[in-house]
């Protein structure tokens, strides 16, 4: 009988997570004996859709790939198979990271073209790590901007409601499951309902019951009895499987009949904001709302008023679904030329980049964020500078923070954010200036490849 | 220093890819002597926008996922210090899967509360199932859908174009990467770059070059020759650094001096219709079309009489950018009660689901799909049985099919649909009826809960 395949990642094959050019290119790279130092700079464009700023996520996930990168024998085995050369492999086999690599923090808003992670590098190291790096920063600051979204409107018309993410079953795939649950928290919410993101990333996990327990007994009443004689207090029982608000009566019924102060009920269906009232006029339990749940979801459910303790948003966490993409790119900036560090743009239609190494400064004004600018590395410039050292030939020199660190800063700098640019919809942009030596730089080289050209 | 964490699941940690309230559910299932035989079926209620028929894929993983359930001592220990009994935990580090599963097979197509997949066991145990098989079910059959409609269109108005899967970068998380090349194999494309895809599903691997390989040399024609050097007739070069269409002749020029015959080109930039006419006049290479490649593009990219021997689709194929998302559903719709089984549904407004074990029949006239009948598993009806048995008593009783025979089935599939189920926009709906037998099952039941409540 054939063996299904699950197909994770193993550290054996974890280096394998790359697009095949990166590994054609290194080769190339290796055998015509070009290899440069070069710069890589980690940005993206353009805000998706609806989005004033974003915020930072994965920068762990980054440096893991980055430290790790490693490849093993069945990693190599594979890549001959493919028919890269022995002498490439074998070099392929001894292959550590020993560049430098400066990037956000975790929690940061970030605007288009200003950098996330810098890698310097000989650009056979620096080009492998292309696909993995966007890939982990992309996603995980996709999810945190989105739970940031959803933190920031129960700030403005909330009180204090919880947010646990529910999503895991329609993510996509498992990675994303568990990194949505580690974003979402930095993002501004409590917890998920991923056992697995508890355990790998130690994110608060909450759980409550599903409409199957209610189906699987009898009646209603023999479902919620037999949960709370297991739960007790803990419970949070599901009251919409057949009619929401007799449910709640029935709830508040058996918890007193039992003795116990049950943490509330969930609501899963229906209009939520008229239920969650009429709920809260027949018993006094907190009230959880799942099913649907968004930052559109909860503004609308604040403004009618609804009754809620905490909400859990699923898929459209996860999978950000109005803004499903943020498109990361990975550009060379800068390549050793006879000793020297040469700055280095693409012309393409749409997708001119700017050269160099470089910074973000951050001006705050009144504990409020006014403006960035993007300048040269080497250039000083006012305002806070973002970008950090986090390894230096291929040692880190800075502690990755705790989650608990991201999540706060993240909260902080999402504050920071005057208002208009934290709307969801239509947000106000912010002011991102380019530098004038940066500027100049790109000009510069602008007329040298076109004079080239 | 502080050890980042990769946070990739392992078989250590991948049984916790679950729900908190999954494991809750089965403490209570357990303690309170409660495991009846149940029956879930996993279905989605709509297609999602724009979607005329949704091409399902991952059943090996989820098949995976159920035989390889197992909990071993470091999940244990994680759900210990999450409070978890230890007579429950000493069950669950015996449990495996001892039941049945019915699925459809990848590659057919499926329609809204059509089951994909029903399984019929303890109730502890598929109570378990439903977070991780949503997740690589559903995943997978959006991406497979997104590789179908872009294979259809090139089947309409192409000439056999190869569809190259570009997406690692931005999928959600790694899983996503190597599943979207999965899928999007097994949905009509040719191959992937995802090099871990390659050597997990032995899907085709395919890889040009990046800009920052042109970038890093000093000239654009330094930079192809190297290339050419080192790759020969192998070679795509990306001619759009600079100009596309000098980037064209200048690659001809080269290959031409180099004697060889190369691959071809990739344009990844600007007005790809219109320049790759104007490559097609200054040069005979194969044309390579990447940047914002889905169905839409494909299809305009046609009706502008652009000229290309393939397209690298990326971000849209694997976020399915313009529905990201598929909402699959996992219910209960039967439970043992006094040795027999009883059918079970919930009354939630706008989210009723029909009861009983079912069988999908499709109906088929001179080789076109004309409408599916959902009945009860026990009915005779005609057409097509879609559903077939995969595992019995825990044991798998039909072998997985190679990914080449579900790529095959998708492709014969999706063609035995009418053309207007397949259109991009706007898709004319596919008839789904209910079976007589499943409407009077339904009604039945409804009106005794009713009764009840």
């Known amino acids: 009988m054939t063996q299904p395949t699950a197909g994770y990642l193993s550290p054996e094959t974890a280096p394998l ?3 095949l050019y990166e590994l054609r290119m290194m080769q190339a790279y290796y055998n015509q004996e070009h290899n440069p130092r070069a710069t890589f700079s980690l940005f993206f464009r353009e805000l998706p859709t609806k989005r004033g700023y974003m915020l930072t996520a994965g920068l762990e996930q980054a440096v893991h790939a980055i430290e790790q990168l490693s490849f093993g024998p069945r990693a190599i085995d594979y890549l001959s198979e493919l028919g890269f050369g022995e002498r490439f492999l074998e070099h392929l086999s001894d292959l550590e990271f020993t560049g430098d690599v400066w990037a956000l923090p975790e929690g940061t808003p970030v605007f288009g073209n200003e950098p996330m992670l810098e890698v310097t590098a000989p650009i056979l190291q620096g080009q492998l790590l292309e696909t993995i790096v966007i890939n982990q920063l992309g996603y995980q600051t996709l ?16 009180d204090g409601q919880s947010l646990v993410d529910f999503g895991s079953r329609r993510s996509h795939g498992t990675d994303a499951g568990i990194k949505a649950a580690r974003a979402a928290y930095v993002g501004g919410f409590d917890g998920t309902s991923n056992v697995a993101a508890g355990e790998l990333f130690d994110v608060p996990v909450f759980g409550t019951m599903a409409h199957s327990w209610v189906q699987s007994f009898a ?9 709370l004689a297991e739960h007790g207090e803990e419970t949070i029982l599901l009251i919409d499987t057949y009619d929401t608000v007799a449910g709640a009566e029935l709830a508040a019924d058996v918890a007193d009949e039992m003795g116990l102060e049950i943490r509330g009920v969930r609501l899963d269906s229906g209009d939520l904001p008229a239920l969650s009232k009429a709920v809260d006029e027949v018993c006094e339990l907190d009230q959880y709302i799942s099913s649907g749940i968004d930052e559109y979801a909860i503004r609308d459910f604040f403004d009618r008023d609804g009754v809620a303790t905490g909400f859990g948003p699923g898929t459209a966490l996860v999978t950000s679904t109005d803004a499903p993409k943020v498109e990361g790119v990975y550009k060379l900036v800068a390549v050793e030329r006879d000793g020297e560090m040469h700055p280095t743009m693409k012309l393409s239609t749409g997708k001119v980049t700017y050269p160099h190494a470089k910074r973000v400064h ?31 030939d291929g040692e880190r020199v800075a502690d990755l923070p705790s989650l608990e660190t991201s999540r706060d800063r993240a909260n902080e700098r999402r504050s920071n954010l005057p208002a208009p640019h934290r709307r969801i919809d239509d947000p106000e942009p912010y002011a991102v200036e380019i530098s004038d030596g940066l500027e100049r730089a790109t000009e510069e080289l602008r007329r040298d490849l076109e004079a080239k050209a």
Chains 1, 2 share one sequence.
């Open 143 to 158: 999810v945190a901007t989105k739970a940031g979204r959803m933190r920031d409107v129960i700030d403005r018309q909330g």
């Open 17 to 19: 997570f790359t697009d």
């Open 362 to 392: 951050r001006i705050e004004e009144n504990g409020q964020y006014v403006g960035d600018v993007i300048g040269l590395r080497v250039e000083s410039l006012p305002g806070e500078n973002l970008l950090e050292p986090v390894i230096e």
């Open 219 to 227: 009646t209603e009443r023999a479902a919620f009895e037999t949960y």
